[in-house]
T-cell receptor
């Protein structure tokens, strides 16, 4: 089955801790995205990558970091600098300019 | 700033009722328009999209949306809803000046059986 796999489904972070969310796709898509979803708000773009070894900041990149060492993988690290990390995080991919996004099932991150 | 507004955060309807979910955007240039849907326990997925041509677009499961350029709107409609349409619906806009989608806050639709 082709698709996007996010893990873990639930994640807890302690104060001062960095945590990494995994996103893997086997759709052979060039572009990958990380979104944050908060209750009552639309999806907000954290980072995106259009090609391996390249990525750009989205609207709310502060406190986050990413890497794109492989086409299939786009992990997101929530650093200790992110003061309000509790949210639902969605990873997506697309083959061309945002024509159609395919989404993963999401990761719910909470702070202990 | 570019933005997308979805008028209702929650909508509750009975089966067989007609549905219209509002979506308005603020951008004066050319746009591509999308409706995404997230059914309970499932991934967010594309419902329909408008790029050009006929402003009335048909999507999956009997949904349609009409692009009215003069009103900056892309409302989603369905003549007769079913219980299985219970989901959260997101409107998104891709301005020609921006590589990235701009998302509305979403509308949670609950259909009473």
């Amino acid at each position: 089955d082709g698709g996007i796999t996010q893990s873990p489904k639930y994640l807890f972070r302690k104060e001062g801790q960095n945590v990494t969310l995994s996103c893997e796709q086997n759709l052979n898509h060039d572009a990958m995205y990380w979104y944050r979803q908060d209750p009552g708000q639309g999806l907000r773009l954290i980072y995106y990558s259009q090609i391996v070894n390249d990525f750009q900041k989205g609207d709310i990149a502060e406190g986050y970091s990413v890497s794109r060492e492989k086409k299939e993988s786009f992990p997101l690290t929530v650093t200790s600098a992110q003061k309000n990390p509790t949210a639902f995080y969605l990873c997506a991919s697309s083959s061309i300019r945002s024509e159609k996004l395919f989404f993963g099932s999401g990761t719910q991150l909470s702070v202990l | 700033a570019q933005s997308v507004s979805q008028h209702n955060h929650h909508v509750i309807l009975s089966e067989a009722a007609s549905l219209e979910l509002g979506c308005n955007y603020s951008y004066g240039g050319t746009v591509n328009l999308f409706w995404y849907v997230q059914y309970p326990g499932q991934h967010l997925q594309l419902l329909l999209k408008y790029f050009s041509g006929d402003p009335l677009v048909k999507g999956i499961k009997g949904f349609e949306a009409e692009f009215i350029k003069s009103k900056f709107s892309f409302n989603l409609r369905k003549p007769s809803v079913q219980w299985s349409d219970t989901a959260e619906y997101f409107c998104a806009v891709l301005p020609d000046s921006n590589y990235q989608l701009i998302w509305g806050a979403g509308t949670k639709l609950i259909i009473k059986p």
